[in-house]
């Protein structure tokens, strides 16, 4: 069974103190490794794929990196605005097969 | 944005009646899924469906049903409510393609009472 841990369940910054997500996960054959940001009475929205250990992606003050037992997401510098719901899953190589979601973790910046 | 509407986007409704949610998509994605989110569970697969007609059983599909008769309307039902079916529920699509980048609604919140 795919399991995907994710820690801390909260985080609180302040604005422009650099910090980072974990993304723990069991995964029969990963085919890819994904994070999502979710705002409060919002769907989820689409942030990274990662499909390989040593692989890295950039977006803003967000870095994805993957190893191959879990994934980190590197805020550096945050603002405000960054607080938000961050979410990781995991995709498995069989068959048709779905994403398996983490609880995620709710991430405060404070001014 | 995948042109995705949910509706209702909010229900209270009471324990024993029969719900229907709909999702509605513009795009003509041949791909869609429910989930359910919920505090201390995360996002949790309903149902899905790879095209008209065809659809299967997520991890969590008991006490739902869906129906996908045209690509642009996925439809989910609660044939007979019950509180623990309060959630958050989400229709969101990959596309044309079984990837795992979702594009989601905006989200319908169910209260069961």
């Known amino acids: 069974e795919d399991q995907v841990t994710q820690s801390p369940e909260a985080l609180r910054l302040q604005e422009g103190e650099s910090s980072s997500l974990n993304c723990s996960y069991t995964?029969?054959?990963?085919?890819?490794l994904f994070w999502y940001r979710q705002d409060p009475g919002k769907g989820p929205e689409f942030l990274f794929t990662l499909y390989s250990a040593g692989e890295e992606k950039e977006k803003e003050r967000l870095k994805a990196t993957l190893t191959k037992k879990e994934s980190f997401l590197h805020i550096t510098a945050p603002k405000p605005e960054d607080s938000a719901t961050y979410l990781c899953?995991?995709?498995?190589?069989?068959?048709?097969?779905?994403?398996?979601f983490g609880k995620g973790t709710m991430l405060l910046v404070s001014p | 944005d995948a042109g995705i509407t949910q509706s209702p986007r909010h229900k209270v409704t009471e324990t024993g009646t029969p719900v229907t949610l709909r999702c509605h998509q513009t795009?003509?994605?041949?791909?869609m899924y429910w989930y359910r989110q919920d505090p201390g569970h995360g996002l949790r697969l309903i149902h899905y469906?790879?095209?008209?007609?065809?659809?299967d059983k997520g991890e969590v599909s008991d006490g739902y049903s869906v129906s996908r008769s045209k690509t642009e309307d996925f439809l989910l039902t609660l044939e007979s409510a019950t509180s623990s079916q309060t959630s958050v529920y989400f229709c969101?699509?990959?596309?044309?393609?079984?990837?795992?980048?979702?594009?989601f609604g905006e989200g319908s919140r169910l209260t069961v009472l």
């Open positions: 795009e003509n994605h041949r791909y």
């Open positions: 899953a995991v995709h498995r190589h069989s068959g048709y097969s779905t994403l398996t």
């Open positions: 995964v029969s054959g990963l085919r890819g």
């Open positions: 469906s790879y095209g008209v007609k065809d659809t």
């Open positions: 969101a699509t990959t596309g044309d393609t079984n990837t795992g980048e979702l594009f």
